[in-house]
């Protein structure tokens, strides 16, 4: 069993049962469907949010004695903290979406968050400004979700505001390495991990959002490769409309070239962000990003193949598509 979930395990041992349960339920749902759609475990640090923490972990245990001893002997509690305050926020997310019909669950988001913030007090409690950042982060995180569903029923949206508000959405993935520059006296650093971070929650979503433009339309969302492609929530469209929308992009290759030039745009800034610190793994992380793009031009070059309109635009469908390219997904 993997050490996340070996203190996963520990953290709802203290749970009343009938709260773990219900629990359980939802995580194990939510893992099965994760691995379908070729994302990592839940439990899994594979993210960037998640790797980030340790990258400056590297950095600074060199840096000097007391550095090391924060960053190596204080890492874990650290990532324990952020990956707590994830699950809190997707909990309620997923409630907000309809996700789960699961109302206990608005207990367990609530305890993950009172774990979260007992885990940032023990290392960060005197740490100053810490839990100013911490309590922005997650407010700014709580009105982008509502923002983002807010502009994505609209029925004119300009898509750069869709893309601000997916980087505002994942404020709260800051507050680990946050932390970390804090502890280790360098918060001037702090900057190029937030701008990181931002450029990444765009790319990130930008691909979820073309595995999610089917489902999201049917929830009367228009998210942004919806309005790439020239598909709005308002007036709702018939199935077979939508599907004549999908196939013409699918064959338009200037379109095609649009959308991934504004992928490489994002991580060639997420990358212009980050290179300063030379952190240790960044540079694999980048490159891996550049060649789940590179993947994804090889899907779509053949846009004449008939039912690849079927297979990509659904939960799961580019991850099976970039399995036989043996490529390594967005999120890891």
Not at 47 to 56: D, E
Not at 80 to 90: D, V
Not at 254 to 263: D, F, T
Not at 312 to 323: D, K, V
């Amino acid at each position: 069993m993997a050490p996340w979930n070996h203190e996963l395990e520990r953290f709802l041992g203290s749970w009343p049962p009938e709260l773990c349960t219900e629990f359980r339920s939802y995580w194990c749902n939510l893992r099965s469907a994760r691995c379908q759609r070729g994302e990592p475990r839940p439990s899994a640090p594979t993210t960037y949010w998640l790797l980030l923490p340790g990258w400056l972990a590297s950095r600074y245990e060199v840096a000097s004695p007391a550095a090391r001893r924060i960053a190596v002997g204080l890492l874990p509690e650290v990532i324990w903290g952020q990956y707590t305050l994830f699950i809190a926020i997707r909990i309620q997310d997923d409630l907000f979406d309809g996700q789960t019909g699961s109302h206990a669950l608005v207990f367990a988001s609530g305890l993950f968050l009172v774990e979260s913030a007992r885990r940032f007090a023990a290392v960060c409690g005197d740490v100053p400004g810490f839990w100013q950042l911490y309590g922005e982060s997650l407010g700014k995180t709580t009105r982008g979700i509502l923002e983002t569903d807010l502009l994505q029923k609209a029925g004119e949206c300009p898509v750069d505001s869709l893309l601000l508000k997916y980087a505002e959405v994942s404020s709260i993935f800051k507050v680990g390495s946050a932390a970390l520059c804090m502890l280790a006296g360098r918060f001037d650093e702090f900057g190029y991990v937030s701008r990181f971070c931002d450029e990444m929650a765009k790319v990130s979503q930008i691909f979820d959002d073309l595995e999610d433009v089917l489902e999201d339309l049917g929830r009367g969302r228009s998210n942004y490769v919806a309005r790439c492609i020239g598909l709005r929530s308002t007036p709702p469209l018939s199935g077979e409309q939508i599907e004549d929308v999908l196939e013409k992009w699918l064959r338009d290759e200037s379109a095609q070239v649009c959308l991934l030039r504004e992928i490489r745009k994002y991580i060639a800034a997420a990358e212009e962000s980050i290179t300063p610190l030379e952190l240790p793994g960044a540079g694999t992380y980048i490159l891996r990003q550049r060649r789940a793009v590179d993947a994804l031009e090889e899907i779509l070059s053949p846009a004449s193949a008939e039912g690849l309109s079927r297979q990509l635009f659904r939960p799961g469908g580019i991850a099976s598509l970039m399995g036989s390219l043996s490529v390594c997904g967005w999120s890891g």
